[in-house]
């Protein structure tokens, strides 16, 4: 469930005026008014969270489980196979 961040459109108590975050389902209504004063509210735009990393994700044993092919630059146009199937060597004519 996504968390929605609600700020008051003019007088309201500190709760509302400094804005606060309220965790909703999509399917529920946006909200109008503060839950502690009653003040008009309305949602703020915000930035989205993100998970960074997930190199855990892209070992080699997991990229040759997954039927992927991962290669590394051993020289100018020549790669060498670090994971999964294909030839060992790819180098330019």
């Known amino acids: 469930m996504p968390i929605y961040t609600y700020r008051s459109t003019g007088t309201g108590c500190a709760h509302c005026r400094e804005g606060f975050d309220t965790l909703q389902k ?3 209504a946006e909200l109008n ?5 009653g003040a008009a ?11 960074i990393g ?4 892209l ?3 997991r ?6 092919t991962q290669y590394r ?4 146009g020549v790669y060498e196979k670090t994971a999964g199937k294909g030839p060992d060597i790819i180098q330019g004519d």
């Open 33 to 37: 008014a503060c839950p502690e004063c």
């Open 41 to 51: 509210v309305r949602k703020q735009l915000s930035a989205p969270a993100l998970a």
């Open 26 to 28: 999509l399917s529920d």
């Open 73 to 76: 630059k051993i020289g100018k």
């Open 59 to 61: 070992s080699e044993k």
């Open 54 to 57: 997930g190199a855990h994700l």
């Open 63 to 68: 990229i040759g489980e997954k039927g992927f």
